[in-house]
Antibody, heavy 125, light 108 residues
Framework: QVQLQQWGAGLLKPSETLSLTCTVYGGSFSGYYWSWIRQPPGKGLEWIGE???????DYNPSLKSRVTMSVDTSKNQFSLRLSSVTAADTAVYFCARGDIVLVSPAPLRFGMDVWGQGTTVTVSS | EIVLTQSPGTLSLSPGERATLSCRAS???????LAWYQQTPGQAPRLLVS???TRATGIPDRFSGSGSGTDFTLTISRLEPEDFAVYCC?????????FGPGTRVDLK
């Protein structure tokens, strides 16, 4: 059974860089899209962006200037860095797997079917 | 950016009743790439439906999704005690992928 285990610093000061990593256990790393999503306290979900095993990325324009995602296929890991954080970045951050099936003429995508446990990140001076 | 609106905000029902949740998009969702998730407090979301109507693996058949274009519906045919939760929709057809604000289904 595929599991995502995520970790990273939970308390940051304004202007610091958030750094989170998610490891994929029990399943293939290739052939999927790997996403980061966040949820501010008491609010809805926000898609931060995604990356595939080849390193191709797609970021939410609202965060694009501050976001970097990367993969380490040798460790079945993908990572998120968000620079210059402020209190508005306080949220629970989730990693998740997005399924995709390569068919002709275009890939068929599915929703995010496996999620990490979430990491609470608080930005406070 | 596609904005998703969900209604109602809260649905108060009893076990055994039918729940009908609506998700409306500000523009047509490409390829009906619309997903529904269930979330309980302190937990990660759980995928229920992809592609507007395809149940995810292991999801009971009391959950069904329908719709296309800009109007989508999640129906829970008979509520079980574990179904009282928040449900949100997500479109993943156009970047940036966006989520609706959620519908809370609570115990009447």
């Amino acid at each position: 059974q595929v599991q995502l285990q995520q970790w990273g610093a939970g308390l940051l000061k304004p202007s610091e860089t958030l750094s989170l990593t998610c490891t994929v256990y029990g399943g293939s790393f290739s052939g999927y899209y790997w996403s980061w999503i966040r949820q501010p306290p008491g609010k809805g979900l926000e898609w931060i962006g995604e990356i595939n095993h080849g390193g191709s990325t797609d970021y939410n324009p609202s965060l694009k200037s501050r976001v970097t995602m990367s993969v380490d296929t040798s460790k079945n890991q993908f990572s998120l860095r968000l620079s210059s954080v402020t209190a508005a970045d306080t949220a629970v951050y989730f990693c998740a797997r997005g399924d995709i099936v390569l068919v002709s003429p275009a890939p068929l995508r599915f929703g995010m079917d496996v999620w990490g446990q979430g990491t609470t990140v608080t930005v406070s001076s | 950016e596609i904005v998703l609106t969900q209604s109602p905000g809260t649905l108060s029902l009893s076990p055994g009743e039918r729940a009908t949740l609506s998700c409306r998009a500000s523009q047509s969702v490409s390829s009906s790439y619309l997903a529904w998730y269930q979330q309980t407090p302190g937990q990660a979301p759980r995928l229920l439906v992809s592609g507007a109507s395809t149940r995810a693996t292991g999801i009971p058949d009391r959950f069904s999704g329908s719709g296309s274009g800009t109007d989508f519906t999640l129906t829970i045919s008979r509520l079980e005690p574990e179904d009282f939760a928040v449900y949100c929709c997500q479109q993943y057809g156009s970047s940036p992928f966006t989520f609706g604000p959620g519908t809370r289904v609570d115990l009447k």
